[in-house]
């Protein structure tokens, strides 16, 4: 009988070990999770995505160490975003980082309560994310590149280089928000420069073909508008301008690296690690109406040599001079 009993006492002290570290870990507090919303696909956004890293880690917080990260992509379906934002909110997330405007906008459609950073080209104020700059009120504060209004430049830019041109296209994303502001805001460019502005649109890569095929009918230069899905498509677009013949500009160093003929904007890691930064800070307690709305003032100009002479292109002098790089 004392065997057994001993026995008995052996097996329960087994049991308390096994036990003992289940429970420790319970005691643990839970690792935060960030809810990261992004409007295309990863492939597309990867050093947004490094960029965000970047800002988290100045705030000390790092992936799969002191925090969790549940990444929503909508590969370039805007429809998508609303029901990604819901599943983000119903995951009861510490925090949203959503990217670009359409993620920003599904994001606080879905939630009123839970902290929301956002990255937007667009003036977040018109759009409705924030109550002012300096004062964001609310659960939404973030980053702007202003993209809006650097359209403008980009015409005049092109027009610089193509001054034989009473023809411009703007290529648009008509499901954007910010859609109709680039639209207004290019008209009235067009207009002051005495130019014709052409507005065609594309919200899938079926849309392209058309899209190039009346590019050529009007003999025009392209302006495209600053969009998530056309970011996911940057290589795509200046392989198509250049196949075309067609002078073209964009947003980001990519467009012309990849073939097109110039571009200009922001720099997209300037733009992304405050977002991290914003959404680190968040996490160590500070509110999104505390956090003024940041803004990406610093522009870069990159210009395709090689392109330039395909096209049969004589780029000023004074403008190659004025570019952060020129690619030969």
Do not use: C
């Amino acid at each position: 009988m004392a065997i057994h009993t001993r026995r008995r006492e052996f097996i329960a002290m087994l049991g308390g070990a096994a036990a003992w570290p289940l429970a420790a870990r319970s005691q643990q507090p839970a690792m935060p999770v960030i809810g990261f919303l992004g409007s295309t696909s990863p492939g597309s956004l990867r050093d947004a995505v490094a960029a965000f890293h970047g800002g988290l880690t100045e705030t000390g917080h790092i992936e799969g160490q002191n925090v969790a990260i549940e990444y929503r992509w909508a590969e370039g379906q805007y429809d998508r975003l609303p029901g990604l934002a819901v599943d983000l909110v119903h995951r009861q997330v510490a925090v949203i980082a959503a990217i670009e405007t359409p993620s920003a906008l599904a994001a606080k459609a879905a939630t009123a309560t839970i902290p929301i950073v956002f990255f937007t080209g667009g003036d977040p104020v018109q759009l409705g994310l924030v109550a002012s700059i300096r004062r964001p009120d609310g659960n939404l504060t973030g980053v702007t590149a202003l993209n809006v209004e650097m359209g403008a430049k980009r015409l005049e830019l092109l027009h610089e280089l193509v001054p034989t041109a009473s023809v411009m296209v703007l290529l648009i994303n008509p499901t954007n928000a910010i859609a109709e502001a680039i639209t207004t805001n290019l008209q009235a460019a067009a207009h002051t420069l005495g130019l014709q502005l052409h507005i065609l649109t594309a919200s899938t890569e079926r849309d392209f073909d058309a899209v190039f095929a009346r590019l050529i009918q009007l003999r025009a230069g392209l302006i495209i508008a600053p969009d998530a899905f056309f970011n996911s498509r940057t290589e795509q677009l200046a392989t198509l301008a250049l196949r075309h013949a067609v002078p073209a500009i964009y947003q980001y160093r990519e467009f012309a690296a990849a073939g097109g003929l110039i571009s200009y904007g922001g720099n997209r890691s300037d733009a992304y690690r405050p977002v991290g930064v914003y959404t680190g800070r968040i996490l160590k307690g500070a509110k999104p109406s505390e956090l003024p709305v940041q803004q990406v003032t610093k522009v870069e100009l990159f210009l395709n040599l090689k392109t330039a002479k395909v096209l049969g292109i004589t780029v000023p002098l004074p403008l190659s001079g004025r570019a952060d790089e020129v690619i030969e």
